[in-house]
């Protein structure tokens, strides 16, 4: 599967954005679909993932209560959107995939994913 992340870009504290993963190639639904991040000079993050159906959905603590992941299987996308934004959500936000047999299936864990799209910049300014 091939995905196409787009909607970063440079915003203040306290505004939002939407982040878009577009899939292509094979069938979106057989995979959990992930958001992390890497800060510069940091290591990469998990952000957040949603099961196949979208109803199962995990997130890393920093985010929780202000991003949200969510899918449209119809249109084999995944979005993240992110409110309430601080200078330090500041990363190269990725999506990726993992395939999996299970509709329930969510993880955090990077080397799960076999499947990962470029990054799209996210800056948050103070």
């Known amino acids: 599967v091939q995905l196409q992340a787009s909607g970063g870009g440079s915003v203040q504290a306290g505004d939002s954005l939407r982040l878009s993963c577009a899939a292509s190639?094979?069938?979106?639904?057989?995979?959990?679909m992930g958001w992390f991040r890497q800060a510069p000079g940091k290591e990469r993050e998990f952000v957040a993932a949603a099961s196949r159906s979208g109803g199962s959905t995990v997130y890393t603590d920093s985010v929780k209560g202000r991003f949200t992941i969510s899918r449209d299987n119809a249109k084999d996308t995944v979005y993240l959107q992110m409110n309430s934004l601080k200078p330090e959500d500041t990363a190269v936000y990725s999506c990726?995939?993992?395939?999996?047999?299970?509709?329930?299936?969510?993880?955090?864990?990077?080397?799960?994913?076999?499947?990962w799209g470029q990054g799209t910049l996210v800056t948050v300014s103070s």
């Open positions: 990726a995939a993992l395939a999996t047999h299970s509709g329930s299936y969510v993880s955090h864990l990077s080397y799960e994913y076999a499947y």
């Open positions: 190639g094979r069938n979106f639904l057989g995979y959990t």
